[in-house]
């Protein structure tokens, strides 16, 4: 999962295999939830979002699941390719009144061919 | 497609300089964010405006201000750079509305190197 600190998260994941990153978010009263990809040079990149009154959202491949009660949520790609190799952000919204979103820190995911 | 614009890839300034970060969103996007990207840090923000000359400080806005005369434009400056302002610099718009996603759309971003 993601955490606070200076070195990134890393996983490792053969090519054609699942993967999972996983992130913990810190406010209870957040209402929504982005996964964002950022590739090397780039800037992160939108993949899917979800609302709280939601567990699980699909999209191509990518799939966000959101445990309210422990403030979890998670990315599982699919059948992984090696452009999915980047940096993966989640992100919340912490519904302050305004539409700032807090992010976590990123995990590194990387596809072994 | 929304695009989001930042003036340089990459930059060069000295200590002392006066240093000015361009962005521009062509979706007529209310909200713009700068953020500054470290390693193992995340995303953090600096200054956000949700209306043209509306500012609000981020959670780091020490060392800079920003400027919004135009909506499609943000401008981030930095007064007097220091080396520990050398990070990627990320500028963001989103739409204004309770009942519409907030999700954020990114420039390429700027490599700011203070020597």
């Known amino acids: 999962g993601e955490s606070v600190g200076l070195h990134l998260p890393t996983l490792s994941v053969q090519e054609g295999d699942n993967s999972i990153i996983n992130c913990a978010y810190s406010n209870s009263a957040s209402d929504y939830f982005i996964w964002y990809k950022q590739e090397s040079g780039k800037g992160p990149q939108f993949i899917i979002d979800?609302?709280?009154?939601?567990d699980k959202r699909q999209g191509q491949r990518v799939t966000v699941l959101l445990n309210k009660t422990v403030k979890h949520l998670s990315l599982q790609i699919a059948a992984t390719q090696p452009g999915d190799s980047a940096v993966y952000f989640c992100?919340?919204?912490?519904?302050?009144?305004?539409?700032?979103?807090?992010f976590g820190t990123g995990t590194r995911l990387t596809i072994i061919p | 497609d929304v695009k989001v614009t930042q003036s340089s890839r990459y930059l060069v300034k000295r200590t002392g300089e006066k240093v000015f970060l361009e962005c521009v969103q062509d979706?007529?996007?209310?909200?713009m964010f700068w953020y500054r990207q470290d390693p193992g840090l995340g995303l953090r923000l600096i200054y956000f405006s949700y209306d043209v000359k509306m500012k609000e400080k981020g959670d780091i806005p020490e060392g800079y201000s920003v400027s919004r005369e135009k909506k499609e434009r943000f401008s981030l400056i930095l007064e007097s750079a220091s080396t520990n302002q050398t990070s990627m610099y990320l500028c963001?718009?989103?739409?204004?509305?309770?009942?519409?996603?907030?999700?954020?759309?990114f420039g390429p971003g700027t490599r700011l190197t203070v020597l």
């Open positions: 979706m007529d996007h209310e909200n």
């Open positions: 992100a919340e919204n912490p519904n302050f009144g305004n539409e700032k979103l807090t």
């Open positions: 979800i609302r709280s009154n939601m």
């Open positions: 963001a718009s989103s739409p204004r509305g309770t009942l519409l996603n907030n999700e954020q759309f």
